[in-house]
């Protein structure tokens, strides 16, 4: 089995710049975050520590062409961690999802300092859960996994503090074997929340690969949180997001499986006239279904979404300059500049 990795470590915006070749196109949204109701909850009464967890997605969930119906997390790894293969059994961990650039804990250890041996002393009940629920019919089920109140044990080791906390969620989709990241409130403040040992990681590393976060085949989303860049050349020196998310961000991650044609019928997607006074049109040639249409400004904060009338869009109330048209299909997204006079 080839190693597959999928490293999440805490991650506003909208619009995100994508490669061409990468194997997954990006999209970053903003919208409430809500703790999931009434879900499974697979941690235990007491605070623990990177416990040993099974959690089943429900469905087949690709990734690089593996089919994927379990996740694990492993003692071994700490962070928030997800494997496709079961911690006991022999050779290697192929890691899924990874998080937070940090070793999480429960946030009910007392904050007692102390060798690391000596934790599992201070451990009290449980601030701190890891569940998930399953939602939808078959072929369109969604698979979400919460990871709630989580503290970070560098914090409690270095700075002798127990203040910061996350909560996260990813949501699989069996539809497009697509994913979502959603981040909820955090609060980040002690310089031990991103391990220090990750030199300049001031940030989420959001990052998928064949193999790890430094080999070739995969991605790794770089930069300005608001506007990450897809990177998918890991010669460069990556730190992953320069700075902590904005409760309500929605990461999504859409694997790219076009054909030469079809990517070249949706690059071929244009606007008209542009630049544009009152209303724009597209020019869709090869009669792709168009789903939705998003604006943004040239900052990437959304406008405006159109699910409807697509033949005449109407701009009349926003103001001169440079926009982002992104534009939906059954076949992928693609994204155009409009001028506005």
């Not at 904060?301 to 697509?310: D, G, P, Q, Y």
Request: proline content about 5%; hydrophobic content about 35%.
């Amino acid at each position: 089995m080839k190693r597959i990795y999928l490293t999440l470590i805490l991650c506003f915006g909208v619009l995100c710049l994508q490669s061409q070749n990468a194997p997954y196109n990006l999209e970053v949204d903003n919208e409430p975050y809500n703790d999931l109701v009434n879900p499974t909850v697979i941690t235990s009464s007491q605070a623990w520590m990177a416990p040993n967890l099974n959690i089943p997605i429900g469905f087949d969930f690709n990734m690089f062409g593996e089919d994927i119906n379990t996740f694990y997390t492993s003692e071994d790894i700490g962070s928030v961690t997800f494997l496709i293969n079961n911690p006991n059994d022999q050779g290697d961990q192929n890691i899924v999802l990874a998080g937070y650039g940090s070793f999480v804990v429960d946030r009910g250890y007392t904050g007692d300092t102390g060798p690391p041996d000596s934790l599992i002393e201070n451990l009290n009940n449980s601030q701190s859960t890891i569940s998930f629920t399953h939602e939808g019919q078959t072929g369109s089920q969604i698979c979400k996994i919460e990871w709630k109140n989580l503290g970070f044990l560098l914090e409690i080791l270095f700075n002798e503090t127990n203040n910061d906390y996350a909560n996260a969620q990813v949501w699989l989709y069996e539809s497009d074997n697509s994913f979502e990241v959603r981040f909820g409130d955090s609060s980040t403040n002690s310089p031990f929340t991103y391990s220090p040992s990750s030199d300049g990681l001031t940030g989420p590393i959001v990052a998928a690969s064949f193999e790890d976060v430094s080999e070739e085949g995969g991605i790794i989303l770089s930069g300005n949180p608001d506007s990450p860049n897809i990177v998918t050349d890991f010669e460069s020196n990556i730190t992953g997001l320069n700075g902590h998310p904005q409760e309500g961000l929605v990461l999504r991650l859409t694997p790219n499986n076009l054909t030469s044609e079809e990517f070249k019928n949706l690059q071929n997607i244009s606007l008209y006239p542009n630049p544009a006074v009152d209303y724009f049109s597209l020019a869709n040639t090869a009669n792709l279904q168009i789903q939705k249409v998003k604006i943004f400004d040239s900052a990437g904060k959304k406008i405006s979404k159109i699910e409807h009338n697509f033949d005449k869009i109407n701009i009349q109330n926003l103001n001169s300059g440079l926009y982002f048209i992104q534009i939906e299909t059954e076949k992928g997204k693609t994204v155009k500049q409009l001028l506005k006079k």
